[in-house]
């Protein structure tokens, strides 16, 4: 039988700096808005109560790797290092952020926290 990840398998074992990184993320995120935490295999997403609205993909020793999923690509950005739509999907456009420190969640960054939060609330 699986079992489902849970958020201390993710969690266990990394370094302080990746804790202080995960936890810095999340609390920007829920000062844009109430978001919840869903662990799967690879990953963490991170949902709204109408859908998921980005996903934690990696935690490296002195990062963690972030993924927002928009419906088009804003190229238009210096936070994002690699965009790029998914095979066989017109509507889906990974903006992928990796943050180093803290410092990283700027302004351009909550501008898009902001964008998928709000994305999100747009009646399916």
């Known amino acids: ?3 489902e990840k849970t958020l201390d398998d993710f969690l266990h074992g ?4 990746t804790l202080s990184l995960f936890h810095h993320f999340v609390n920007e995120f829920q000062q ?3 978001v919840s935490l869903h662990p799967a295999k690879t990953m963490i997403g991170i949902a709204t109560s109408q859908k998921r609205i980005a996903y934690i993909t990696q935690f490296g020793k002195n990062f963690i790797h972030v ?3 928009f419906e088009k690509p804003y190229a238009d950005n210096l936070c994002f290092q690699k965009i790029a739509q998914v095979p066989g999907d017109d509507k889906q456009y990974n903006h992928h952020f990796r943050m180093l420190a803290k410092e990283d969640v700027n302004r351009e960054v909550i501008k898009f926290m902001k964008l998928a939060y ?3 609330q747009v009646k399916q």
Not at 14 to 17: F, G, N, Q, T, V
């Open 1 to 3: 039988m699986l079992s």
């Open 14 to 17: 990394k370094s302080e700096l």
């Open 32 to 34: 844009v808005g109430k």
């Open 67 to 69: 993924v927002f999923p």
């Open 118 to 120: 709000k994305g999100s």
